[in-house]
């Protein structure tokens, strides 16, 4: 009996109990092997395993919701477990370093929280990409790093302020949409053949001896 599912692409880990589990090499390896449901045997002949030791692995995956069971088959005078992944790649959340009182006051802070968010989405999208490159396409990507020194409220203000009408004005100006918030009536022009995501970050430089 079979009942398998469609697949997340990606799967951002936040759990720690989750990261644990996923963090072991051979488990990581395990998952790869689990985009359709598979046996602990089929697993390990594929990665010159003994079924016992990928079964003991799926186990562990399996209890903190990484894998799920979808069904069992007969295979002769056997019946074999029918494991799945619960998504195609897998994100660790830059969450997961935070203590308990970090991460609780990130819950209240709402543009330090989409900070963390933004964080995710860059790595679950390189993921793909990645995929994509592999597959021999050629994929077309810029990123901008710089540092810049605001002498008091009045220029972080003014910065601000001119670094938000930027990316206004090209969003504007190319039609993909205007930054979360804004609105205009250049965003409902024809989406391009080809979108491009634009994610943009304003924060203080940690200094030092920071954490």
């Known amino acids: 009996m079979l009942d398998a599912f469609e697949l997340a692409e990606t799967y951002t880990v ?3 109990e989750q990261a644990v589990v996923l963090l072991n090499p051979l488990r990581g390896q395990i998952v790869s092997h689990m ?3 598979v046996s602990a045997a089929e697993v390990g002949r594929a990665m010159g395993e003994t079924p016992q030791r990928i079964n003991y692995h799926l186990k562990a995956l399996e209890k903190v919701g990484l894998v799920r069971k979808t069904g069992t088959r007969q295979v002769r005078n056997l019946v ?13 959340s830059d969450a ?14 709402a543009s330090l929280s989409h900070l963390i968010g933004t964080s995710d989405k860059l ?6 990409l990645m995929e994509k490159t592999e597959a021999g396409e050629t994929v077309h990507s810029a990123s901008l790093s710089a540092t810049v020194r605001l002498a008091g409220e009045e220029a972080r203000q003014s910065f601000v302020q001119e670094y938000l009408e930027a990316v206004r004005r090209l969003t504007e100006k190319y039609g993909a949409g205007l930054p979360e918030g804004s609105s205009s009536a250049a965003a409902d022009a024809p989406a391009p053949e080809e979108t491009y995501q634009v994610l943009v970050a304003v924060y203080p430089t940690i200094g030092e001896g920071e954490d």
């Open 14 to 16: 936040v759990n720690p």
């Open 96 to 109: 997961l370093g935070l203590e308990p009182s970090a991460a609780r006051r990130m819950k209240e802070d």
């Open 35 to 37: 985009r359709t449901p």
């Open 123 to 128: 790595k679950r999208d390189a993921v793909k």
């Open 80 to 92: 074999e477990v029918l494991y799945q992944a619960i998504a195609k790649t897998f994100v660790l």
